[in-house]
């Protein structure tokens, strides 16, 4: 039986990637942090089948002694300060996660058992201001963010552990992946959440920054499998993981509410771009530029035929499904919330 261990086990990618391994047969360790109250977030339904352990990635310590408990033969990093909005009010903390942790868990790995299978979940925000289109592994990178800088750095030095000590460490070049289980700060969940809820008559309006950045999104779950399939390949390489179709901000809303029962009509443009209900005429959606970020990344479009050729790895959610999926769970949770009042 194989050993997993895995941090952010409580995420989102972190809870689909224990079902995936647990499915597989694995024994399945997961990373969480000490708090004053117990939250297991998205693994809750799974805390009899994985062993959970307490550590910290700015504490070497601490994941020393998970690879001695756990014994792993394959590591995910998936911990991360991972909401690109916070990175600039916490830039030094996003750093020490996203950065520093890559380095203490490769270290860990090193001392412990250095012939251990790693993967470090890189992301397409180290494309930032793009230098070509689409991105592939060769695209040259130019982060926009902190949170694009630490994850560079995360990237390079796993890289830089590979060809140094001979390890078996591989990052996966990650494009935008939702989910019901995404957080709700992020714009996906952020604008899933508003439909239902305006829908049932809980909120008046969605208020939004750049509504014209593109991304190419798409499911967690097909993502978690491209990473298993990076851990068991022959040798350690990095790939692009994406769907290879880009979709405005405002065309995730306008799916998103139609799927709610809500199409929309759009007037205006820019800061003064706003969406009304088409049957009522309520204006539903508008722009603040409150939500704007610093310095925008206006269009990420991955080219991922390296992962599908060596890999035998394609998506299999649709964007539509995608959006889809997540509205029908958010409308549940909304209706049992009305029920529960």
């Known amino acids: 039986m194989k050993r997993a261990l895995i941090t952010g086990i409580t995420g989102q990618d972190g809870s689909y990637l224990a079902e995936l391994l647990l499915e597989k047969g694995y024994e399945v360790y997961g990373i969480m942090r000490r708090k004053s109250k117990v939250d297991y977030g998205n693994v809750e339904h799974l805390t009899g089948d994985i062993r959970l352990l307490y550590g910290d990635m700015s504490d070497l310590v601490s994941l020393i002694a998970a690879m001695q408990e756990s014994k792993a033969d394959e590591v995910y990093n998936l911990a991360a300060q991972s909401f690109v909005a916070t990175s600039w009010d916490t830039p030094v903390g996003t750093a020490e996660i996203d950065a520093l942790g890559v380095t203490n868990m490769l270290e860990a790995i090193r001392i412990v058992k250095p012939n251990c299978r790693f993967y470090q979940a890189s992301t397409s925000e180290m494309f930032g201001m793009v230098q070509e289109v689409p991105q592939t592994e060769n695209t040259p990178f130019y982060p926009r963010s902190p949170y ?15 060809e140094s ?3 078996f460490a591989c990052s996966g070049i990650l494009f935008n992946h939702e989910s019901e289980r995404r957080g709700y700060e992020f714009v996906t969940r952020k604008i899933t959440s508003a439909a239902a809820k305006i829908k049932y008559g809980l909120q008046d309006k969605l208020e939004l920054g750049n509504m014209s950045a593109k991304r190419d999104w798409g499911h967690s779950i097909d993502y978690v499998r491209a ?13 692009v993981i994406s769907t290879g179709v880009a979709h405005e901000v405002r065309e995730f809303v306008d799916l998103a509410f139609d799927i709610a029962g809500l199409p929309l009509r759009w007037e205006g443009e820019g800061l003064g771009e706003k969406a009304y209900a088409r049957d009522t005429g309520k204006e539903l959606v508008c722009v603040n530029p409150a939500f704007f970020r610093p310095a925008e990344v206006e269009f990420l479009l991955g080219n991922s ?3 599908e050729k060596q890999l ?10 995608l959006v889809g999926r997540m509205v029908s769970h958010d409308m549940k949770l909304t209706e049992q919330e009305l029920q529960e009042r």
């Not at 694009?148 to 590979?162: P, S």
């Not at 990473?227 to 790939?239: G, I, V």
């Not at 035998?312 to 499904?321: A, C, R």
Request: hydrophobic share 35%.
């Open 148 to 162: 694009g800088v630490a994850k560079l750095y995360g990237h390079w030095i796993t890289k830089n552990y590979r």
């Open 305 to 307: 035929s390296k992962a």
């Open 227 to 239: 990473m298993w399939m990076m851990l068991n390949q022959e040798k350690p390489e990095d790939y």
């Open 312 to 321: 035998g790895w394609k998506p299999e959610i649709t964007f539509e499904q």
């Open 165 to 167: 000590y001979d390890m």
